[in-house]
């Protein structure tokens, strides 16, 4: 598509409920990247992928929080078990290639999913 | 562990004031470096970037310069205006590590 696009773009569920968000990359981006940012906060890394590897998920908080790319394109993070501390926006980005530090590879960010538990 | 470390806000300017948001970053290799802006109800967007030192980024008349002297990468702007009015976020990348941000400077311009 034209731009990363998240889904859903806002969830309210209940403490213990599962959630699952979805992310729909730029077509042909190798890597996908998923952030969580709370209020008042920057984006705090969760993991990425290139194609359809997992390449770093040290940013999952614990093992509640998954996340998948199974076919190289559509990723979707999953939260099992949701607690009152994981609302926040969760933002889903793409690029090109990696890696990114050369700076030659310019991270899309979509618009969002914000989650909220009660 | 890197990081970045970005002026409090917010910032309130009047229409045509100079801007300046301060960033410096600490990091273990060459890391580079980049602004994003996240305008109200979008993603964020990338604005300008730099990829070592001395260099300058700029966009839209915003500009940055790489100080590995100083570690710093303050965003620069003659004169805002309105529709500048954002969050904005300073962020590294090192060692083909993913972004790390910092915590975000919210600007309001007044007319």
């Known amino acids: 598509g034209a731009g990363v696009s998240q889904s859903p773009r806002y969830k309210v569920t209940k403490r213990g409920q599962d959630v699952a968000l979805r992310c729909d990359p730029i077509s042909g981006h190798v890597s996908l990247y998923w952030y969580r940012q709370a209020l008042g906060q920057g984006p705090e890394f969760l993991t990425y992928f290139n194609y359809e590897a997992q390449q770093d998920k040290s940013g999952l908080p614990n093992d509640r929080f998954s996340a998948e790319r199974p076919e190289g394109s559509i990723s979707t993070l999953t939260i099992q078990r949701t607690e009152q501390r994981d609302s926040a926006m969760y933002r889903c980005?793409?690029?090109?290639?990696?890696?990114?530090?050369?700076?030659?590879?310019?991270?899309?960010f979509g618009a969002g999913s914000r989650l909220t538990v009660l | 562990g890197d990081s970045v470390t970005q002026m409090e806000g917010p910032v309130t300017l009047s229409e045509e004031a100079f801007l300046t948001i301060n960033c410096t970053y600490t990091?273990?290799?060459?890391?580079?470096l980049f602004w994003y802006v996240q305008y109200p109800g979008e993603g964020l967007q990338l604005l300008l970037k730099a990829t070592k030192a001395d260099d300058k980024g700029s966009n839209k008349g915003f500009e940055a310069t790489y100080r590995k002297e100083t570690t710093s990468f303050h965003l620069e702007k003659g004169s805002v205006q309105v529709s500048d009015s954002a969050v904005y976020f300073c962020a590294l990348s090192d060692q083909d590590t993913p972004l790390v941000f910092g915590k975000g400077t919210r600007l309001s311009v007044i007319a």
């Open positions: 980005a793409s690029s090109l290639r990696g890696p990114i530090s050369s700076g030659a590879n310019v991270l899309t």
């Open positions: 990091a273990t290799g060459y890391p580079s």
